[in-house]
């Protein structure tokens, strides 16, 4: 279930359903310098066909792609911002992947803020998201900034 503060985008394409689910805050930063706060909650994987959603440990990759999203978003307007993440939802390995978290971490935030991407952005970003499926199946970090990933490699 969403709630009224949840930003979630769904993409159906190349016969791949792609969905996120995020919770931010953004708030001016008076400091001059953009932050990012994390407070996860929830309980991870509890069952199949059910949503998970980030709990304070684990799901590292989605983490680290929410963050990459948010210092991408950041290099696109003028103002600094401290930003707080409390919810990340999705299905993994099947709907959901870092870089639709990251995706949509992008558009949550610019809806927070009342910032509009020109529809080539979005397009450009968009593709670059989807594409992000590939087989066989990796944990790909995202840099929005070069359009490229980095495979995530668990320690």
Known sequence: MVDNNSYKWK??????????????????SASGQNQIIEHYSGQGFVG???LESV????????????KRGLEYAFALVSNN???TITKIEGRALTDTNPTIVGYTVIRAFF??????????QIETLEAF???SWTKPYKELIPDFFNLSFTEHLID
């Open 111 to 120: 809806e927070k803020i009342s910032f509009q991407l020109d529809n080539n």
């Open 55 to 66: 709990p304070e440990n684990g799901y590292d990759s989605w983490k680290i792609a929410a």
């Open 11 to 28: 993409k159906f394409a190349n016969s791949i359903d792609s969905i996120a689910i995020v919770d931010l805050n953004a708030i001016p």
């Open 81 to 83: 911002w401290i930003v």
């Open 129 to 131: 998201a989807l594409s």
């Open 48 to 50: 199949q066909g059910y």
